[in-house]
């Protein structure tokens, strides 16, 4: 089974060439007709994307079907396969708050979750709150948001995405009726905080760039346009966040940047209360608060900060006078131990660090300052906490699992230190953790560091250098890849393919210094990482040169493309999703919605000339040159905010016009969805079939699974 790339001509967009310099440098970009003016009305609405843009967005939608035509019997078996993993009626451990326990669950055929609740502690009275799959009906794109419910339970604020571009549509429940009040609040980022008397919400607002900016406070049964502005931020570099704390009655309001934080406490009990300032932003300081209203007799912020502390330490601060000689440790810094994040209870502060790029959670009782942790012996796997609603609880809940090991879904008694599995995920058609093995392996890179590389295969895969590699990789944002399990890749672990995460640099896997030097002027550190991974893949005897597939998406689409440009004798296939490629053109224009928070991620080159060439020398677009590629198969969205369309268009057209190899480049645009792809469980399954099933053609590995 192969791809024909000769099964149908390729599209070729006309080349009209654009030019302007810019610090010196004189750049030409033949393909920027590609990105529509009317890009932000074309978020609202993508039926208005201009025609000539539309017509070859479908004409390569058209050719890409064409070409993986041989490959879609593998696409529907694999889509089976997935299917038949997922339990179908599957329902989430119900969370208590006060006299319900609240819940998703999804129902046999069902695409969306379902919304409910019912009386605390009791296995009947379900109350459905929401109904996704009902929602979803008629609608080509269906997305539900957030669904918070209001203090008194009465209510329920819920949103929801009809488009992929993040634009979400806020309404109010009730739930003595299940019907919907008139209120209506648009364009929005999909969450709300009630006030505490249930009258009113706060929401953000985006803004004509889809910047989260303002936040406005909307009084139930009124309409939108009266809503009052509570907050807004001037600097459009910063990302606005707000959430309700544990403990409840404060809002915490955050101002971020990829290198500090500022964050404005709001009294959700008075409804002329104005943001106050709690911690002040601070170049290259960041700090993550967390609200207990009466530790030792007063209102104390908990706050997990790098402030002289590089891996974060947490400190205790009154509300009232939180400046920072009103500090005082807690927990101190400890170099190579990242604390990733900070939770705080009645009696309890709960934290999830890292050592060695393997998680713990460790428990501190606020009173006796006595501290055990919670770990595991697997040589890979993956930790998270779920806080849940209530502040006043010796239970805290947690999920584990690892590249073998379905999730487990766990509550721990605090106190008395013991554990009950709430839930194990089913895999319907069978899974036998014996059957297949996780690694964790330390690639040497050039500069000697070693880069963490964590593998799940099926056990008796030849180790010889014969089998293929999917290596996932992104390494930005200081986001860690968990060593997570997943249903979906067993498709290809049965299929005799090698998983592999590359840790690279720009993660937080081995503490924040990972991070840093991961970015800016140390971004290709990222790149040269994941080459290293794949180096040591083929001495390791795991695989060989040009059996390996390449896959990340939006800033690992960036990886994407820069290996590919530098090291394409590695890679028998690159899989990039919504891959953000076109770098210098979308740094350099601060219309987009992501463009200025994200100068200080990859440097400003509009005002940094160094900046603008560091970019320029491996931003992916313009790195295209005249040499072999191997297949490609890029992945857009029409409605995306993040990156754009014209990204990944663009850098297909390019790749088209230079390479000098006969193999299929791709792209297919999901001409009703953003960045996330298609928004039900099941059409989304499809779209990863068939990246998979691509990944499996380009190796020549087996089409059934291996027995």
Known sequence: MTLDAKAAPAPVADPRPTRRSVHGVDLVDDYAWL????????????????????????????????VLAPVKPLIEAMVREMRGRIKEDDSAVPSPDGPFDYYDRYREGGQHPIVCRRPRGSEDGEQVMLDGDALAEGRAFFDLGGATHSPDHRLLAWSYDDKGSEFFTLKVRDLATGTDHADLVEETGGDA?????????????????????RIFRHVLGEDQARDALVFEEKDTTVFVGMGETTAGGLALISCSQSDSTETFALDLTRPDAEPRLVLPRREDVKAYPDYHPSWRGEPTLFIRTNDE????????????????????EVVPHRPGVLILSAHVLKDWLIRLERENALPRIVIRNLTTSEEHAIAFDEEAYSLGVLPGYEFDTDTLRFVYSSMTTPNETWDYDMRARTRVLRKRQEVPSGHDAADYVTRRLLAPAADGETVPVSLVYRRGTPLDGTAPVLLYGYGSYGASMPASFSTSRLSLV?????????????????????????????????????????????????????RIVAQGGSAGGMLMGAVANMRPDLFAGILAEVPFVDVVATMLDDTLPLTPPEWREWGNPIADPEAFRRMLAYSPY?????????????LAGVSDPRVTYWEPAKWVARLRAAKTDAHPVLL????????????????????????????????????????
Not at 60 to 66: D, G, P, Q, S, V
Not at 193 to 213: E, K
Not at 622 to 634: E, F, H, K, S, T
Not at 685 to 701: I, Q
């Open 309 to 328: 502390a590089e891996d974060y330490r947490i400190v205790a601060a009154p509300l009232a006078a939180p400046q920072r000689e009103r500090w005082s």
């Open 668 to 707: 297919v645009t999901n001409m009703d969805a953003g960045h996330g792809g298609a928004a039900g469980r099941f059409d989304r399954l499809a779209e990863v079939a068939r990246s998979y099933a691509f990944a499996v053609a380009v190796t020549g590995a087996p089409e059934a699974p291996v027995q």
């Open 193 to 213: 905080v009630w006030s505490a008397d249930g009258s009113a919400l706060y929401y953000i607002r985006l803004d004509d760039n889809h910047r989260p900016l």
């Open 622 to 634: 313009d790195n295209v040159r005249a040499q072999a590629y191997p297949p490609i198969l890029a």
């Open 494 to 546: 049965d299929r005799g393919f090698v998983y592999a995460i590359a840790h690279v640099r720009g993660g937080m896997e081995k503490g924040y210094r990972w991070y840093r030097t991961g970015k800016r002027e140390f971004k290709t550190n990222t790149f040269t990482d994941f080459i290293a991974c794949a180096e040591h893949l083929v001495a390791k005897g795991f695989t060989a040169k040009g």
């Open 35 to 66: 990105r529509a003016a009317n890009w932000q009305e074309a978020l609202r609405d993508p039926g208005v994307l201009p025609a000539p843009i539309r017509d070859h967005l479908m004409a390569e939608n058209a050719y890409a079907e064409t």
